[in-house]
């Protein structure tokens, strides 16, 4: 099912703005080229981008070829409002619509974890996307060796469904949010 463009382009959060990926700031980031991020007012946040995110952008860039443009349901840049930098990202691995729930992902820069802003951006674009209407739940999987991880699902109220193969699962439904 293709996902209609939604009317957003950012987000903002009392400490944070949250702009949709573009292929063309992806590809351009891929070629460590930064005068996309530059022309908007962006700057680079220490460490980023990390190699996770180097890692993810190709995934991101195959997501949005399925889109005409960014719809919401795909992947964000996480910004501190204060300084434009860029601290990590946040979004979603894919839309399902049978099943009327979505994918959640998220990483921050070292320099900058374990000051909430993860838990910031993820509850905003949970948020956003529940209010869509178009959403019933949104998981998320982590390694089963990842505590930082499994604590912040559990404390955003994710519940555990099932581990396999070294992964753990997870769900949050409309309900609870």
């Keep these: ?27 351009s980031v891929l070629k460590d ?11 680079k946040g220490k460490g980023w981008p990390y190699p996770d995110v180097i890692e993810t952008l190709p995934r991101i860039i195959e997501n949005l070829s399925k889109v005409e443009e960014p719809t919401g349901f795909e992947s964000w840049m996480i910004i ?24 959640i992902g998220y990483g921050i820069t070292k320099e900058e974890r374990r000051k909430g802003y993860a838990e910031e951006a993820v509850t905003e674009l949970m948020r956003w996307a529940f209010s869509t ?8 999987r982590c390694l089963s060796e990842n505590t930082n991880s499994i604590h ?7 519940t555990e469904i099932k581990q396999e193969n070294g992964m753990i699962y997870w769900s949050l439904p409309k309900s609870i949010n």
């Design 1 to 27: 099912m293709t996902v209609r463009k939604l009317p957003i382009d950012r987000l903002t959060t009392e400490r944070l703005i949250l702009i949709p990926f573009t292929a063309k700031i992806c590809e």
């Design 33 to 43: 080229d930064f005068s996309d991020i530059f022309a908007l007012g962006l700057q």
């Design 80 to 103: 501190k409002n204060d300084t434009f930098e860029i601290i990590g990202d946040a979004g979603f691995k894919g839309y399902n619509s049978e099943e009327r729930n979505i994918d």
């Design 133 to 140: 209407g178009m959403i019933n739940e949104v998981t998320a």
């Design 152 to 158: 912040f699902l559990k404390k955003l109220n994710f």
